[in-house]
């Protein structure tokens, strides 16, 4: 089955620890994102990737890092520098105009 | 910039009635997609309909079409014979022609009663 995968699912950490959500997909796009979603509000962009080896950052990208070194994965490192890092993230894929959504990670940082 | 609004934090609807969800957009671009995602309680966000600026006909998909008037700039998501199954949060979007990124509104949750 193509589509998009992200793990883990809910992920706990410590104030001050560095952690990397993943993001995985097997659909052959070349472009990626990644977006954070607070309660009540939409989707707001963090990073975004075109193409292998290159990205660019959203409107939040402050405290995160990305890294594209393979078209299938783009993993996301939360800093100790994003300081309201508990959020719902998720992950997409586009192709045209169609973009795809993985399940996403639920990060609680403690 | 681009920017969706909107206006109706929540929605209540009967089952197998239909529902309207509002959507308005600002953007200077003249070509532009506008898109509509459903996400249930589970937080997948579920792509519904697409509409092109220049496209002639309004969107449809199944039970779901998308009321496109461009020059109001609405792009309002209807949703008829409604289900139980369609109670989740309804995400409004857009992206100008050339760019990659959907620029999303802050989401309607729409509730569907037996």
């Known amino acids: 089955d193509g589509g998009i995968t992200q793990s883990p699912k809910y992920l706990f950490r410590k104030e001050g620890q560095n952690v990397t959500l993943s993001c995985e997909q097997n659909?052959?796009?070349?472009?990626m994102y990644w977006y954070r979603q607070d309660p009540g509000q939409g989707l707001r962009l963090i990073y975004y990737?075109?193409?292998?080896?290159?990205?660019q950052k959203g409107d939040i990208a402050e405290g995160y890092s990305v890294s594209r070194e393979k078209k299938e994965s783009f993993p996301l490192t939360v800093t100790s520098a994003q300081k309201n890092p508990t959020a719902f993230y998720l992950c997409a894929s586009s192709i045209g105009h169609s973009m795809f959504f993985g399940p996403g990670t639920r990060l609680t940082v403690l | 910039a681009q920017k969706i609004t909107q206006t109706q934090p929540g929605m209540f609807v009967q089952e197998k009635e239909a529902v309207t969800l509002d959507c308005t957009y600002d953007?200077?671009?003249?070509?532009?997609?506008l898109f509509w995602y459903k996400q249930p309680s589970s937080g997948e966000m579920i792509f519904l309909i697409y509409q092109g600026s220049y496209d002639q006909q309004n969107a449809t998909e199944g039970r779901y079409s998308l009321n496109f008037q461009k020059a109001r700039k609405s792009a309002n998501l209807v949703i008829s014979a409604s289900q139980l199954g369609d109670s989740a949060m309804y995400f409004c979007a857009m992206r100008p022609s050339g760019y990659s990124t959907l620029t999303f509104g802050k989401g309607t949750m729409l509730l569907v009663s037996p």
């Open positions: 659909l052959n796009h070349d472009a």
């Open positions: 990737s075109q193409i292998v080896n290159d990205f």
């Open positions: 953007t200077s671009d003249p070509s532009y997609g």
